[in-house]
């Protein structure tokens, strides 16, 4: 008896820290619905995007049922360790302070980090440049972390917000100066609208490869070995088909993204 109880102990120590395949080839993706071209919501209420389609075509190519779940981005990784969803599919980096939470996938691709500012304002992103400015941010995100590493003990005010599209409507309120952000996100997302006319990228492409990290993946449990093998041979087959390319043409111009 003893025996016994003690191997459905271990059974049951399996099963809670077991994949997220279990439950009928289904996989919960971890999403912010507020950042286009990655994740956002038409008119209509539905879920699209880069991320979306790429979760999609992973899911497919892993013969998984996906579904979304909804979160901001700062809550992501808690409510992922909180197996409130299986799996981050938000354009998160893979960076040395978030493997100490959790782990990631293969890299699927990556984009530059670039400073919007008024066309005409002659600043560049750096300390020099933005210090005494206002430079909005996502919560959460690597530009927070830039932003505050780089530029807030040199004088410049980083400002934090849980939602981008608040950082835009600061920025064209004159409340901020600039917003430090991942540039197809901010070209489609507010220079591409009548409310970014007089915006533009400034200066190059920002750069710290241990904060901005080395490309973005999917986020996972660290116990969830089963699901991260399937989704990194998942991975492989949608690069080597060219999907990531496709919708790197389709969301992003010329730019490919695919992380070689």
């Known amino acids: 008896m003893k025996k016994t109880l003690k191997t459905l102990f271990a059974a049951g120590c399996l099963l809670a820290a077991g994949s997220a395949l279990a439950a ?33 075509a992973v899911c497919a190519a892993a013969q998984l ?40 996938t293969d890299s699927i691709y990556q984009v530059p980090n670039r400073l919007i500012a008024k066309a005409d304002s002659g ?8 210090a005494g400015k206002h430079v909005g941010v996502l919560q959460g995100s690597i530009q927070e972390n830039y932003a505050k590493a780089h530029w807030a003990p040199e004088g410049v005010d980083v400002v934090s917000y849980q939602d981008q599209n608040q950082v835009y409507l600061d920025l064209t309120a004159g409340r901020l100066d600039a917003t430090l952000i991942m540039a197809p996100a901010g070209q489609s997302g507010f220079l591409a609208h009548p409310d ?24 996972l449990r660290k116990d969830d070995t089963a699901t991260l093998k399937k989704l990194n041979e998942a991975i492989a087959k ?16 010329d730019v490919d993204v695919t992380v070689k």
């Open 123 to 130: 600043l560049k992103p750096d300390a020099k440049s933005l």
């Open 238 to 253: 949608v690069k080597q088909q060219g999907t990531i390319t496709e919708l790197s043409k389709k969301y992003f111009g």
């Open 24 to 56: 009928e080839n289904n996989l919960r993706f971890g999403i912010e619905a507020l950042y286009p071209p990655f994740e956002s919501k038409s008119a209509s209420g539905l879920l699209e995007g880069f991320d979306i389609d790429l979760g999609n």
């Open 65 to 104: 049922k996906c579904s979304w779940v909804e979160t901001s981005f700062d809550s992501l990784i808690p409510a992922l360790q909180a197996r409130k969803f299986d799996a981050i599919n938000s354009a998160m980096n893979i960076t040395d302070q978030r493997r100490q939470a959790i782990a990631f």
């Open 196 to 219: 970014g006319k007089g915006f533009a990228f400034v200066g190059e492409a920002v750069q710290d490869d241990k904060i901005l990290g080395e490309g973005i993946a999917f986020g």
